[in-house]
């Protein structure tokens, strides 16, 4: 257990859910959603594990209050003089928060719209794109398609980030790249020095550029009208 974790034991007599949600973030973001456990949470703060539930019923309850944290840590504004920049710059604030917090990739993905501020981060993208001139169901699927890519692009950077971080894991990686027949994957084995710069910033503003193009077509043709 690292030493910031250790410092957030509560004194006696102390706890309360902001102290519990804080440390429940930083023990998901150090050891993942899959290893968390209430007990451990208890042992963390150095209470019994029946005190955590006289503030949360259970598990899901604590992950949305940890989410809104996090996301009340990383506001999602929608800002900019255009539909695009305020588009990106939502965008880009989803993905910083879940750079940060890299357990919210999961929490999100477990219980999409749950907690309370989760619904603000949807508000304003659906509010840029209905104001954009979007109908209905265009504004609904690309939001879609806008949060899916912020998500699964955070996922392939936290696991990617773990992955290398780990000497075990870049020794796999590395032999599963070298081990790849370039007879049956010609074009694969040729392009690895380009898989291996990708990845990054660059990656994900080149899948959000590529979205705001198909977006920009789409609303033209609106605009456009039938038969223009």
Known sequence: MTEQLQRKRAPRNTLNPELIVRTALDLLDAEGVESFG????????????????????????????????????????????????????ACRAIRDMM???????????????????????????????????????????????????????????????RQLADPAGRRALRETLDGLSRTRYPTLVDLVPELNRSGGPAQYEFGLDLLIGGLEQVLARREAGPGD
């Open 38 to 89: 209430m007990r451990a949470l208890a042992k963390q703060l150095g209470v019994g594990p029946m005190a955590l539930y006289t503030y949360f019923r259970g598990r899901d309850e604590l992950f949305d209050a940890v989410r809104d944290h996090a996301m009340a840590e990383h506001p999602v504004r929608a800002e900019g003089e255009t539909w695009q920049e305020r588009v990106r710059v």
């Open 99 to 161: 750079l940060a917090h890299p357990c919210l990739v999961q929490l999100f993905t477990a219980r999409p719209l749950a907690g309370h501020e989760v619904p603000h981060a949807v508000e304003a993208l659906l509010g840029v794109l209905r104001a954009a001139g979007f109908d209905r169901d265009t504004a609904v699927r690309a939001y879609l398609t806008l949060f899916n890519h912020v998500l699964g692009v955070a996922a392939w950077e936290v696991q990617l980030s």
